[in-house]
């Protein structure tokens, strides 16, 4: 069957032209890349890419097809995806379906075909912009004017999008931790890495007060990924600050490492093209060890304003840019890391940072039954 032909315009004016796939339609969002040769499934699912056209610069997309147990979430989050050479056949042992369908069935819009080489590296000059696909019969005057009405990821606060409503429980009840995970779009795999370690999950949804949280009598607080800009999500920063505060064990992922820093005084601010693979180097303060990490911002903690807390301590730096990867509260049992230790897709050279906090929870334990008796 012939494909319908599909376009691509870019904020500056940029077209590209391209083959259909998906569903016929017409999407807009801040256009990004994503280096990784791959785990797009994992990607597609990532709430963190809410409100994102994704570019994957591995050439073949959906040759290994999609299965139900490689999904961060519970469904597709980002809004289209383009792409070079996106397979309608694939090959794998494991029961699976093609990409094509699993897109129809998510009402998602593609486009392949496209120079994703020129492509990236126009962006990478130019910065992330938003950007809209189509396979519509739209004018590129007609598109331009859809795209016209697409605010700035500046300023955006997505996390409400992706946020769990109610509040819910994983684990065993009697494991020997409860961890509270502030849900900004938490993927899958962050709770299958606490369960693993012997913990009862609660989630809770992004707007949770401070006390109704600590209600449920947490060992530690996981603030999670999401999408969007954090700066406008002024009360999950006061909430996060209060739990702080209170010396409960604290660990933050991607948007959650923003948050814990804005909750402590310091600045983020919209990168120019952001961090989004699987290959990112990164190197640990603390030991002296370098890390191979998985990545997906757009915003990032500000160096100046941390270097200038002098109640933070920069614990990770991204070695490509110098960019702040982690932080730690000197007098608080809080700590944060601009990457994801739980990975899906990605490398475990992280993984330990759970372990980290499994044994900051533990040290707070110990202590607080000291000071009792």
């Not at 289209?80 to 996106?86: E, Q, V």
């Not at 519509?136 to 500046?154: A, G």
């Not at 982690?326 to 944060?336: C, E, H, Q, V």
Request: hydrophobic fraction near 35%.
């Amino acid at each position: 069957m012939e494909k319908l032909q599909a376009k691509l315009l870019l904020e500056d004016g940029t077209l590209f032209y391209g083959i259909s796939q998906g569903i016929k339609g017409t999407v807009t969002g801040e256009i990004c890349y994503n280096t990784g040769m791959s785990g797009y499934q994992e990607v597609f699912t990532d709430p963190s890419y809410f409100g994102q056209l994704v570019i994957c610069t591995n050439v073949h997309i959906g040759n290994y097809g999609v299965n139900l147990v490689e999904k961060e979430s519970d469904s597709v989050k980002i809004n289209g995806l383009i792409c070079k050479t996106f397979s309608e056949t694939h090959s794998r042992e494991r029961d699976s379906e093609t990409l094509e369908t699993y897109f129809e069935n998510e009402n998602i819009v593609a486009i392949s075909g496209v120079d994703t080489r020129q492509l990236v590296k126009h962006i990478r000059e130019n910065g992330a912009m938003n950007a809209i696909i189509s396979s519509e019969e739209l004018s590129k005057e007609e598109m331009h004017s859809k795209l016209k009405l697409l605010p700035s990821m500046k300023g955006r606060e997505l996390a409400s999008k992706v946020s769990t409503s109610k509040t819910y429980t994983l684990g065993e009840s009697n494991a020997k931790y409860r961890v509270a995970v502030i849900d900004l779009g938490v993927k899958t795999n962050i709770l299958r890495s606490l369960v693993q370690r012997d913990c009862h999950v609660c989630v809770f949804p992004y707007s949770t007060d401070a006390n109704d949280i600590l209600s449920w009598n947490p060992d530690g607080i996981v603030v999670s990924n999401g999408p969007g800009d954090p700066e406008p999500l002024k009360k999950v920063k006061a909430t996060i600050g209060e739990l702080i505060d209170k010396e409960v064990p604290t660990f933050g992922i991607c948007l959650g490492h923003q948050l814990i820093a804005l909750s402590q005084g310091l600045s983020t601010y919209k990168m120019h093209n952001g961090h989004r693979g699987i290959n990112h180097p990164v190197k640990n303060l603390t030991s002296g060890k370098c890390e191979i990490t998985s990545q997906n911002h757009g915003f990032a903690v500000d160096l100046e304003s941390a270097n200038q807390n002098m109640g933070i301590e920069i614990t990770h730096m991204h070695l490509n840019d110098e960019t702040v990867a982690g932080i730690r509260i000197k007098n608080k049992p809080a700590f944060s890391v601009q990457f994801h230790p739980e990975a899906s897709p990605g490398p475990a050279d992280s993984e330990y940072l759970f372990d980290d906090f499994i044994q900051l929870m533990e040290s707070i334990s110990m202590r607080v039954l000291s000071e009792k008796n």
